[in-house]
């Protein structure tokens, strides 16, 4: 009954802002909330703690949010949270300094490990054997090399990732021409802008040349706002290594992407392999649930199936591609009847066995 209570709360798009009006709170009491302050080196993580006050020892997450500005208080996050802790689990939500400011931060990492380690020292409301961390969108990436960690990899006993990636070029080539390709899947989805311009203008950061970063984020800028004029002057400027990064923001030819990959700063290329999770997946010893929307416009289904396919053991994997949601969040519905046995139904089904599967975890 949970389960399916769990699975009516998220796709429930209304109560977004009011937990409390979910189902899951006709049968499960409110949990209680602390704002922490979680050391970590010379400074402090902020993270808040979903836990029910009843003394028992229970399973445990650590979830984390993907590139959003609201960070750990984004109220999609809070619901979910919210309805864990509703269901049994203890939720520790640490905030990510480089996911709130939009990029991927190797330091956000380390923050991860950070937050399992405190959350694995709560030993009163904790059973240590039983923690997991999950993560959403590109904050899937952290989260996953976070359960690479030498320091805790063999104590993570699940992890989740959903809608996340598994490598940043294959997302290049998808937010720009939209094109997404593996084995026998392959396909066309009109490229957002926002995953597009959210993408190039944090990644200009690690452009070595000061100049080309400080044109670059005006020609971005302007390239957002559609104002192309503006910045033609600005492109002459750039060296031919910061004119390649351009060139690449607005190619359209899918066969062009990697060629102009290897045009660009290394400094930028040697980045996008240290987020690349090629060889971090085969580390893992977690067992792994992945989650994909199948029309998600910012990063492709196919990289799911790549991270479920670079796992060794297909014993400790539990892949679910779901025509419910478009990148985290539900997916438009269309109720004509056959649409509905044919295409929501198949996907609400496997969505149920997924979030039981996640659920099951605290077994």
Do not use: C
Request: overall charge positive; aromatic content about 12%; glycine content about 6%.
């Amino acid at each position: 009954m949970i389960t399916g209570l769990f699975l009516w709360d998220l796709l429930d798009e209304k109560n977004v802002r009011h937990p409390e009006r979910g189902v899951l709170a006709w049968v499960t009491p409110a949990p209680s909330v602390e704002h922490l302050q979680i050391p970590q080196g010379e400074r402090n993580i902020r993270a808040d703690l979903y836990f029910r006050r009843d003394g028992k020892k229970r399973a445990a997450i650590v979830l984390t949010h993907g590139i959003i500005e609201d960070g750990k208080d984004d109220p999609r996050l809070v619901r979910f949270a919210q309805s864990l802790s509703r269901s049994g689990f203890v939720v520790l939500v640490p905030e990510l300094r480089g996911m709130k400011s939009f990029r991927i931060l190797l330091s956000d990492v380390d923050d991860i490990v950070a937050s399992f380690g405190y959350l694995s020292s709560l030993k009163d409301r904790v059973d240590e054997k039983k923690i997991g961390l999950l993560g959403f969108s590109y904050g899937a990436g952290p989260t996953l090399m976070a359960a690479a960690s030498p320091s805790i990899h063999d104590r993570v006993k699940f992890l989740v990732s959903f809608g996340g990636y598994y490598d940043p070029i294959n997302v290049i080539r998808f937010i720009t021409t939209g094109t997404y390709e593996y084995g026998r899947e392959k396909g066309f989805l009109k490229p957002d802008p926002y995953g597009k311009w959210i993408f190039f203008k944090n990644n200009v950061d690690y452009v070595e040349n000061k100049k080309d970063r400080q044109l670059l984020r005006v020609v971005f800028e302007n390239e957002q706002k559609g104002n192309k004029k503006e910045g033609t002057e600005l492109l002459q400027q750039l060296s031919p290594q910061g004119r390649d990064l351009y060139k690449l923001l607005v190619n359209e030819d899918p066969n062009q992407t990697d060629v102009l990959i290897k045009k660009i700063d290394p400094k930028v290329q040697e980045y996008l392999k240290k987020v690349s999770m090629i060889s971090i997946v085969p580390t893992i010893r977690a067992y792994l649930l992945i989650g994909h929307g199948s029309t998600d416009p910012l990063i492709p289904y196919t990289e799911s199936l790549r991270l479920a396919d670079a796992v060794k053991d297909k014993t400790k994997v539990h892949l679910a591609i779901l025509r419910l949601f478009s990148h985290v969040d539900p997916a438009p519905m269309s109720f004509l009847s056959w649409d509905f046995l044919t295409v929501y139904f198949p996907s609400m089904i496997k969505f149920y066995y997924f979030v039981y599967d996640l659920l099951s975890q605290q077994r």
